[in-house]
Nanobody, 121 residues
């Protein structure tokens, strides 16, 4: 599976951004899709995930109530709607995929190229 992320940018605190991650391949619905982020000097951290076709979603505590992950299996795309953005959300955001859902970045098999999100105060 190859992933292409898009939608990052610069926004003021309190604003919103929407990220997209388009996947190639025919078995998109079999894969868990997740978003991670990595700020300078920090490890890649879990943000939100969608486990295969049953639609279960998971969020890091830091983004609960502000971010929403969704997926469109017909379009092989996963989205991340980010509202009420804070300066601490500033990072490069990556989409990742693997067969089973996990919050551990190290075991994901495929990654998109990353998209920068910058939130100004």
């Amino acid at each position: 599976v190859q992933l292409q992320a898009s939608g990052g940018g610069l926004v003021q605190a309190g604003g919103s951004l929407s990220l997209s991650c388009a996947a190639s391949g025919r078995s998109f619905s079999r894969y868990a899709m997740s978003w991670f982020r990595q700020a300078p000097g920090k490890d890649r951290e879990f943000v939100a995930g969608s486990s295969r076709a049953d639609g279960n979603t998971y969020y890091a505590d830091s983004v609960k109530g502000r971010f929403t992950i969704s997926r469109d299996n017909a379009k092989n795309t996963v989205y991340l709607q980010m509202n009420s953005l804070k300066p601490e959300d500033t990072a490069v955001y990556y989409c990742g995929t693997r067969i089973g859902f996990s919050v551990e970045a190290g075991i994901y098999e495929n990654w998109g190229q990353g998209t920068q999100v910058t939130v100004s105060s």
